[in-house]
Nanobody
Framework: QVQLVESGGGLVQAGGSLRLSCAHS????????MGWFRQSPGKEREFVAT????????GYADSVKGRFTISRDNTKSMVYLQMNSLKPEDTGEYYC?????????????????WGQGTQVTVSS
């Protein structure tokens, strides 16, 4: 079965940057659309970014558009989230997820596989 492992989280000051990585265990990585979601205590999980299987299509939540960039390297079965100009409200646990069907989608229910999460904390 597909396993996802996130890394790269940490503590950063407002205005700083981080790059999150997600390793996908499957050999058919390019057949999955991928997404990043985040969750803070007391809040529901929210969509952050998504990318299609080929990498040709991507989408972002309005709150991160222009600051975050999602990318993937299908030769390495990796997906990344480059986060720039970080704000305290970006704080949360970040999860990568895989969606069968190759599509880029912000819909949580379309993702079948989820990683364990990596914590991002942005201080003011």
């Amino acid at each position: 079965q597909v396993q996802l492992v996130e890394s790269g989280g940490g503590l950063v000051q407002a205005g700083g940057s981080l790059r999150l990585s997600c390793a996908h265990s499957g050999r058919t990585f390019s057949t999955y659309g991928m997404g990043w979601f985040r969750q803070s205590p007391g809040k529901e999980r929210e969509f952050v970014a998504t990318i299609s299987g080929s990498g040709g299509t991507s989408g972002y939540a309005d709150s991160v558009k222009g600051r975050f960039t999602i990318s993937r390297d299908n030769t390495k079965s990796m997906v990344y989230l480059q986060m720039n100009s970080l704000k305290p409200e970006d704080t949360g646990e970040y999860y990568c997820a895989a969606s069968p069907g190759q599509k880029a989608t912000p819909k949580t229910r379309q993702y079948n596989y989820w990683g364990q999460g990596t914590q991002v904390t942005v201080s003011s």
